[in-house]
Nanobody, 123 residues
Framework: VQLQAFGGGLVQAGGSLRLSCAAS????????MGWFRQAPGKEREFVAG????????YYADSVRGRFIISRDNAKNMVYLQMNSLKPEDTAVYYC?????????????????WGQGTQVTVSS
C-alpha cells in the first residue's frame, strides 16, 4: 500500500484547509489511519487517528475542537479538516497506517507512511 497526502498550502491564521490521503494498492480495510505532523527542529507528533470503521477517534489536545478526521473506506481515502488554523499548526503533515483497531499516538506504531504535505499558517 502506498499513501499519498495532499491538500496542504499557505493559509492565514483563522483559515481552513482540508488534507486528503489516498491509499493505492491493496485496500486499507481493517487498518487504523493516523495523521501526524512535524515542524522544523521538532519531533513528529500525533495529530489525529481513526479506526477502521470510524468508531474510535482520537485527537491531540492541541487540535481537538478545531480538526476533524474522517475516512471513506470505499474510496480508500482519509481526510483531515483543519479549521481555525494557528501559526503553530505549521508543519509537514503525514498520513500513516497501522494494523488493528487501536488508535495509537506513537509514530513507531504505524508501518506505512505517505510523503507528507506542507501546511504553512501565516500570522
Amino acid at each position: 500500500v502506498q499513501l499519498q497526502a495532499f491538500g496542504g498550502g499557505l493559509v492565514q491564521a483563522g483559515g481552513s484547509l482540508r488534507l486528503s490521503c489516498a491509499a493505492s494498492g491493496r485496500s486499507f480495510g481493517g487498518y487504523t489511519m493516523g495523521w501526524f505532523r512535524q515542524a522544523p527542529g521538532k519531533e513528529r507528533e500525533f495529530v489525529a487517528g481513526i479506526s477502521w470503521i470510524g468508531t474510535i477517534i482520537y485527537y491531540a489536545d492541541s487540535v481537538r475542537g478545531r480538526f476533524i478526521i474522517s475516512r471513506d473506506n470505499a474510496k480508500n481515502m482519509v481526510y483531515l479538516q483543519m479549521n481555525s488554523l494557528k501559526p503553530e499548526d505549521t508543519a509537514v503533515y503525514y498520513c500513516a497506517r497501522r494494523s488493528g483497531q487501536e488508535v495509537l499516538t506513537t509514530p513507531s506504531a504505524y508501518t506505512n507512511w505517505g510523503q507528507g504535505t506542507q501546511v504553512t499558517v501565516s500570522s
